[in-house]
């Protein structure tokens, strides 16, 4: 018997098998289902095998305020809740964040069970640095308010992530390529499906490919730091500077090092003195 609570629930962003089976367990028992559209997420418990006699009950951003108190209520009069979205894990980019916040000041039990995310598996499918990232949700539709957007985010030293749709994707990689000028960028569509693909090159060429395919379908839009963030350790660095200190000048190898790494060069003399100083016979 689950224990009155939220439970926040992952679904798969396309795959059916994408679904754990603590998720499947949590959706079998609970009585009521909180959900952005009752006739998906329905769909997705018959397609599931999962039996439909249950509360299924809307929780849209418009009507989030309203249907946060009777989500509580049903909480606190001992029934357990199951918060799904249309696909991928809700409040990403999904309706959530009040309901959860309310609960937290109520002390009320919530609980999340992990799972397909479209951000993350396109992250993982990039070849973008991954160490460091910013996602960003949606990209506005409007031309002054995406460039706004580029212009405040294109200094920042992470890769980006964004949501994209079919029909704005050029729009956007047009728009992008100014702000965003010798970055790699990485598109991942249609995760999980048969379709999945991941384009990765310079924003032209990824502009010349979609203009040759139409784009179609689920995106996710990255793009490359603006200085390439290797994911590299300070053990490293200390390990090749070392390395090369001994077989080249100082300035050689801070030169070299600094090539590689993409590093500040007065912080790395300095280091590579040290290192100089602590290996040398005193
Ligand atoms: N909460 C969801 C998640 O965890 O992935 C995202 C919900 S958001 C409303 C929907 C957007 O996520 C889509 O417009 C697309 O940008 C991205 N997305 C969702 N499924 C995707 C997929 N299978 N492939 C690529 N992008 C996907």
Redesign the pocket.
């Known amino acids: 018997m689950l224990r009155n609570g939220l439970y926040i629930i ?1 679904t798969p ?2 795959n059916l098998q994408d679904i754990s089976e603590r998720a499947l367990s949590i959706m079998r028992e609970v009585e009521v289902v909180a959900c952005e559209d009752t006739r998906i997420t329905k769909k997705l418990f018959a397609l599931l095998g999962i039996s439909l006699s249950k509360r299924f009950i809307t929780y849209e951003d418009h009507n989030e305020d309203a249907t946060t108190q009777k989500l509580i209520d049903i909480i606190n009069s001992g029934q357990a809740i199951a918060l799904l ?10 309706p959530g964040y009040k309901l959860i916040n309310r609960c937290r000041e109520q002390n009320i039990y919530v609980t999340a069970i992990p799972g ?7 992250l993982q499918l990039s070849g973008l640095p991954t160490n460091r990232f910013m996602f960003a949700g ?1 990209i506005p539709n409007k031309d002054k308010a995406r460039q706004d957007l580029f212009s405040e985010l294109s200094p920042i030293d992470t890769t980006l992530v ?4 079919a029909p704005r994707l050029l729009k956007t990689l047009q728009q992008a390529k100014n702000f965003f000028t010798k970055r790699k960028i990485a598109i ?6 048969m379709y ?1 693909e991941t384009v990765y090159g310079s924003i032209a060429e990824v502009i010349e490919y979609f203009t040759q395919n139409e784009p179609k ?4 839009l990255m793009i490359a730091p603006p200085r390439e963030i290797h994911q590299y350790t300070l053990d490293d660095v200390r390990f090749q500077l070392q390395k090369r200190l001994g077989e080249t000048s100082l300035k050689t190898a801070v030169k070299e090092i600094c090539e590689q790494y993409n590093l500040n060069k007065n912080e790395t003399y300095a280091f590579a003195l040290e290192l100089k100083n602590e290996s040398s016979p005193r």
């Open positions: 992952a962003i396309g979205s249309d696909a991928g894990s809700p409040l990403i980019s999904d397909a995310c479209a951000l993350i598996t396109a949606f964004f949501y994209e749709t991942a569509r249609e995760l999980t499906k999945e379908g689920e995106f996710v």
